[in-house]
């Protein structure tokens, strides 16, 4: 699986953005597609999933009622809405693939990696 983040950029705090993650090179359906961020001098950590069949998604505590993962089976493509952006949500952030559960949320459970999309948020 191959995955390419965009959709990365400056917003000003209370803003919104939506960050895509195009996947291609295997079938999705048995996959969990999740974001994670890492913020400078901090280790990577998860932020929200979403199941390619089902769409059913988690979130981490921090940005539950904020952020929205979802995933376009039609596109191949999944999305991550962030809305109501705080400047704690400044990060690098990551779309990654995994067989595993929706509720994996360590970074060693995902095998395949995008490369990163900056996010900052300015107060």
């Known amino acids: 699986v191959q995955l390419q983040a965009s959709g990365g950029g400056l917003v000003q705090a209370g803003g919104s953005l939506r960050l895509s993650c195009a996947a291609s090179?295997?079938?999705?359906?048995?996959?969990?597609i999740a974001w994670f961020r890492q913020a400078p001098g901090q280790e990577r950590e998860f932020v929200a999933a979403?199941?390619?069949?089902?769409?059913?998604?988690f979130y981490a505590d921090s940005v539950t009622g904020r952020f929205t993962a979802s995933r376009d089976i039609y596109k191949n493509t999944a999305y991550l809405q962030m809305n109501s952006l705080k400047s704690e949500d400044t990060a690098v952030y990551y779309c990654?693939?995994?067989?595993?559960?929706?509720?994996?949320?360590?970074?060693?459970?995902?095998?395949?990696w995008g490369q990163g999309t900056l996010v900052t948020v300015s107060s």
């Open positions: 979403v199941r390619w069949n089902g769409a059913r998604t």
């Open positions: 090179g295997d079938a999705l359906g048995s996959y969990t």
């Open positions: 990654a693939a995994s067989r595993k559960i929706l509720s994996a949320i360590r970074n060693g459970d995902y095998n395949y």
